[in-house]
């Protein structure tokens, strides 16, 4: 199976999706001035204490305050809380963590009003981020992950991955942590980490603590709380630490920035394959030319059809996912219902594990597969959810097939799910139901070249238009668009976008920035 990693960065937002042997399985967007993200650690302050829930809330600058319960302090809760204080304490140098003194773990049956009080200090770290009304998820258990390795602050444990079979490498990874593991540290070591040697661990072990050492400096200089002491990876490249591995075929980004990015983390984790990150230099928007939005159209909607004729609906609430699997039309002439009940659960499976990748979905998922008798089938579908599942990166759990032909799915949530609407609200009349004649859409075009050449004195740009416009627009010999080159100059270019509707437009400057029409829009 063969990976490629398509990277859309535009200036409000960076939009990545994964191929796996050309099928779109994960697909993320993120605004470029998103503030919030897992991983992040803040400097907070105790607003309010819940000992009905054993919990309380934290400013940590978002509008919401942050969840924080008792149990998700982690044990090391007191250590880490003297050290602060302590840094905070001396502005003038940062104390050494090996001389660090280690306080008693913290009970797991304790009270939080024991613990913490209003106004208190915290330094904490998002596990979740805001999902719908409720604020960020915290945990009070630091870490800083890396590639191959965890760091975490105050646990002097050496884990390793139990995804790691053979005995005698986790034996061999544990020794060689142990021997450069810094005092006052724990490590868990990843899957990834499997084979590599002292040397690269060693390097990523040294990036992980200077981290944390800059995460106190920002806490120690901080005159006004709530701070952010550490922000986590970019989109970007927090999905390629996750998922990178040496199958992929290629990593393609459409902007410059975000390419020596990625090329220089891919350079930093896996110098043999920074070769396969590329700049995407097309015309064409780059996930029109690689079939990711034709992709996205057939697979984000309410209706996600599959092979022969069948679909699934997927439904979101507050509470749970539901998905219904249809049959549709399908006819393959199989001899009973039973066999043809199976055979689309079969497929439908399939695309059920896709789609919980693809969406990100995440909480409780319920699944109303068609109806079968024979207890044969219903364990065969069991076993090939559970298969499929696997390469699954987010924690997960299936059920058996209830007696009412539901399967119950929980699976880890971090962040919202992807939901978007691939349905076109038509851009001219937003939905009224009347527009003017399309006929004058190409006069409506050329007037807002006029305006962008004449006014703004922009002489070269691109127009991106619906694939159908296009084909009006640069049809015969002597064309709508030669005649617009010939009175405005060669800088003007007409490019097709699968993304725009039939009479949606975008211009956009030789920068990649959008050109503003928006005071021109009543004109249409």
């Known amino acids: 199976m063969t990976s490629e990693l398509i990277i859309d960065a535009q200036p409000k937002e960076v939009t990545i999706a994964l191929?796996?042997?050309?099928?779109?399985?994960?697909?993320?967007?993120?605004?470029?001035?998103?503030?919030?993200?897992?991983?992040n650690?803040?400097?907070?302050?105790?607003?309010?204490?819940?000992?009905?829930?054993?919990?309380c809330f934290v400013d940590v600058g978002h509008e919401r305050e942050a969840f924080l319960h008792y149990q998700d302090l982690g044990t090391h809760f007191l250590s880490l809380e003297k050290y602060v204080k302590q840094v905070v304490s001396d502005r003038r140098k940062l104390a050494p963590m090996a001389k660090a003194v280690v306080q008693s773990k913290l009970e797991k049956t304790g009270s939080i009003q024991d613990v913490l009080e209003l106004g208190q200090e915290v330094m904490v770290q998002i596990t979740k981020e805001p999902i719908n009304t409720k604020g960020p998820r915290l945990t009070g258990e630091i870490s800083f992950a890396g590639r191959y390795l965890v760091l975490i602050p105050f646990d002097e444990k050496v884990n390793v991955s139990s995804k790691i079979k053979s005995k005698e490498e986790r034996a061999r990874l544990k020794q060689l942590i142990q021997s450069i593991r810094p005092r006052n540290f724990g490590v868990i070591v990843r899957t990834v980490a499997e084979g590599k040697r002292?040397?690269?661990?060693?390097?990523?072990?040294s990036m992980l603590v200077e981290s944390w050492n800059d995460c106190l400096v920002k806490v120690q200089k901080a005159t006004s709380l709530p701070v952010l002491a550490h922000e986590e990876t970019g989109r970007t490249v927090s999905m390629l630490r996750d998922l990178f591995n040496p199958s992929y075929e290629s990593i393609q980004v459409n902007n410059e920035d975000v390419y020596k990015e990625v090329k220089k983390y891919v350079g930093l984790i896996a110098p043999e394959c920074e070769s396969i990150v590329k700049l995407y230099k097309g015309n064409a928007p780059i996930f029109d030319n690689f079939g990711v939005t034709k992709q996205m159209k057939s697979g984000l909607g309410r209706t996600v059809s599959f092979k022969h004729g069948a679909y699934l609906i997927i439904?979101?609430?507050?509470?749970?996912?539901?998905?219904?699997?249809?049959?549709?039309?399908?006819?393959?002439?199989?001899?009973?219902?039973?066999?043809?009940?199976?055979?689309?659960?079969?497929?439908?499976?399939?695309?059920?594990?896709?789609?919980?990748?693809l969406r990100d979905m995440g909480g409780i998922i319920v699944v109303d597969f068609i109806d079968m008798d024979s207890a044969e089938h219903r364990q065969k579908l069991y076993e090939q959810m559970t298969l499929l599942m696997k390469g699954d990166r987010a924690k997960h759990n299936i059920l058996p097939l209830s007696k009412f032909g539901l399967m119950q799915i929980t699976r880890q949530r971090v962040r919202p799910a992807m939901d978007m609407h691939v349905e076109e609200v038509c851009p001219t009349c937003l939905g009224k139901g009347s527009i003017k004649s399309s006929i004058l859409f190409t006069d409506t075009l050329e007037r807002k070249i006029d305006y962008i050449v004449n006014n703004l004195g922009q002489k070269k740009f691109k127009l991106y238009v619906n694939p159908?416009?296009?084909?009006?627009?640069?049809?015969?010999?002597?064309?709508?668009?030669?005649?617009?080159?010939?009175?405005?100059g060669f800088g003007v270019k007409v490019y097709p976008s699968q993304q725009l509707g039939f009479l949606q437009y975008k211009f956009v400057d030789p920068k990649g920035n959008d050109i503003d029409m928006t005071e021109e829009v009543e004109d249409l």
């Open 315 to 357: 439904e979101h609430t507050e509470a749970l996912h539901v998905v219904d699997v249809n049959s549709g039309n399908r006819n393959r002439g199989l001899d009973s219902q039973e066999e043809n009940a199976f055979v689309v659960n079969m497929e439908a499976a399939e695309e059920l594990a896709r789609q919980l990748r």
């Open 468 to 488: 159908y416009v296009e084909a009006f627009i640069t049809k015969g010999l002597f064309s709508l668009y030669l005649r617009w080159q010939m009175t405005y």
């Open 19 to 39: 191929l796996e042997d050309q099928k779109l399985v994960e697909f993320q967007k993120e605004g470029q001035d998103s503030k919030y993200s897992v991983g």
């Open 41 to 55: 650690i803040y400097a907070g302050k105790v607003k309010k204490i819940m000992p009905a829930l054993n919990a």
């Open 198 to 205: 002292a040397a690269e661990l060693n390097n990523e072990m």
